[in-house]
């Protein structure tokens, strides 16, 4: 089978599609990925074919931001609700689209796996009849941002005489949530066509982290990804956290400086950091609510303290905060003073921790890339070929977590 990837340029989007891609291709399948030219470089080690498509990453923001500055005007969340429809559908769907359509017609896949603000994908899918899934990267996008952002990108479906999607065309076949359900409940709606996937299986054996002695220092990971980065919020939260008295490891980004990094004895700071391994020695993570962070240290059973910037940041902190594995600390209120005390409280209170590590083993009962992969080999070799329309998914008793492995071959 041939199956081809498509993210847009953001670290946040592309990495959670490296499991199960690297889980196909475990299986004999021949992989192809379509993303932004300077993010083709995170794809190294998974031998594919590979193709640019749209700006790169800095020069994709800029010309959102030239376009739309109107959106720039509100903060918080509501920034956030203007940033993706604009962001993604009015400037990289459209750069995006001739590239990838070009991808898809060179390589001819059986299959396109892609991100929900790949929004140009499902177009091109459907103008050539190929089934397409979605991988959720995080909790899924809100409603009334796929709507909006049709408002800007629904012009090309309508030229290509198709009705225009709500959804973006994002939810027509199946999709990949990744979520556990304690943070994002799947839609009654979208049940029988979701797969679950746990993005952040840990290895056999694995314990989660033991209660620390009494008098022995908390360890803290203190990260906000790799667009945020350079918030001053972060290096807000590396001073009030050093006050707690734990020690500190920060992550201040590929293009960080580390040495703007408040110097303390109990502070570690660097540009890139084993993350893995941080988390398995650590007692809470600070961050800014992106999506890998957060389900990453939920992976880890650990309480987390969500200082939330922009993007989905929001909405995955206030996930957490009904979960009551997280507080959190929106953009007027983070202050030295707040952090600290929230800090000190999640590292104390043990309630934190016990909820914790109960959506943690929702994780774990979430199944891992290879079972999600023999799911998607029965469901294209069982589909219609009748067109897009009339492929179905998986029935109730062909999910991947119920069914033995199928015997597809590979192309």
Known sequence: ????????????????????????QARGHRLAWVTAPDALRWLDGLDMALFPAGPAFGPGRLAFRQRHADALQVTGEALSAQVFPRLFGATLAPAMFDALGDAVDRWRPDLVVLEPAALAAPLVCAQRGLPWLTHEYGLPVPPAYLQDAMRWFGPWWQRAGLPVPDDGGLYRHRSIHVAPPGLSPVPPARAAASLALNPCVLPAGHRFRAPRPAGQPARVYLTFGTVFHRSPALLQAARALADTGAQVVVSVGPDGRPEEVPAHPNVQAATFVDQSAVLKACDLVVSHGGAGTVLAAAAHGLPQLVLPQGADHFRNARALAQ???????????????????????????????????????????????????????????????AGPEARPGLSAEETPASTPAAHSAAR
């Open 323 to 385: 979960a009551a594995v997280a507080r959190t600390i929106a953009p007027p209120a983070q202050t030295t003073d707040h952090i600290r005390e929230a800090a000190e409280n999640l590292l104390s209170d043990p309630a934190w921790a016990g909820a914790a590590r109960r959506l943690a083993e929702e994780m774990r009962a979430m199944p891992p890339p290879a079972t999600v992969a023999e799911g998607l080999e029965r469901w294209c070799t069982h589909r219609s070929p």
């Open 1 to 24: 089978m041939k199956v081809l990837f498509c993210s847009t340029g953001g670290l946040g989007h592309l990495l959670p599609m490296r499991p199960l891609a690297a889980a196909l």
